[in-house]
T-cell receptor, first 114, second 116 residues
């Protein structure tokens, strides 16, 4: 079992839909959770960053962490064609301390159709 | 552009040749990371530096791979005797890490390596 599991999709939705992306993980020591967006042949771009459990909202994006279930989610409201990309979840044990390297999921490829 | 830059963007080499990639992090960032990403997979951690010190190496980093960050600024990743299995996107990221503070990792555009 991989440390971080993410459904690779592809996921296709109509413009304006609410998108739900999810990851599960097995290492209960993970404390920091991130979502990155990656366009084709580009580097990952940080979207959201949360610590421990709870919700965080930024514009059309909401990140949720449920540590008891080892489950994280990213919601995109009013999805746009420009949101079409691969979404990667990432997590780490000790973000700014002695380690800080990120463990990534495989990524979910999202396509938003006009 | 004040983001992370990587050169070259694309490298094609023959099996057995050596290649070297360069990463220039965001100027005030003291941490620099190298990751490798293959098609359909998320990035996998290779190694990281805090200033000029290489603090951690993944078991993915075989002895054919070496990374340096000589003055705590730019970094190079060298692969010796390349193999077809080395074909991947090599990503560099940087972050600012201070005592008691946690900051995000910002990625460069990557160097795509093709070994023929």
């Amino acid at each position: 079992q991989k440390e971080v599991e993410q459904d690779p999709g592809p996921l296709s939705v109509p413009e304006g839909a609410i998108v739900s992306l999810n990851c599960t993980y097995s290492n209960s020591a993970f404390q920091y959770f991130m979502w990155y967006r990656q366009y084709s042949r580009k580097g990952p771009e940080l979207l959201m960053y949360t610590y421990s459990s709870g919700n965080k909202e930024d514009g059309r994006f909401t990140a949720q962490v449920d540590k008891s279930s080892k489950y994280i989610s990213l919601f995109i409201r009013d999805s746009q064609p420009s949101d079409s990309a691969t979404y990667l979840c990432a997590m780490s044990v000790n973000y700014g301390g002695s380690q800080g390297n990120l463990i990534f999921g495989k990524g979910t490829k999202l396509s938003v159709k006009p | 552009d004040t983001g992370v830059s990587q050169n070259p963007r694309h490298k094609i080499t023959k099996r057995g040749q050596n290649v070297t990639f360069r990463c220039d992090p965001i100027s005030e960032h003291n941490r620099l990371y190298w990751y490798r990403q293959t098609l359909g997979q998320g990035p996998e951690f290779l190694t990281y530096f805090q200033n000029e010190a290489q603090l951690e190496k993944s078991r993915l980093l075989s002895d054919r791979f070496s990374a340096e960050r000589p003055k705590g600024s730019f970094s190079t990743l060298e692969i010796q005797r390349t193999e077809q299995g080395d074909s991947a996107m090599y990503l560099c990221a940087s972050s600012l890490s201070l005592t008691g503070s946690n900051y995000e990792q910002y990625f460069g555009p990557g160097t795509r390596l093709t070994v023929t």
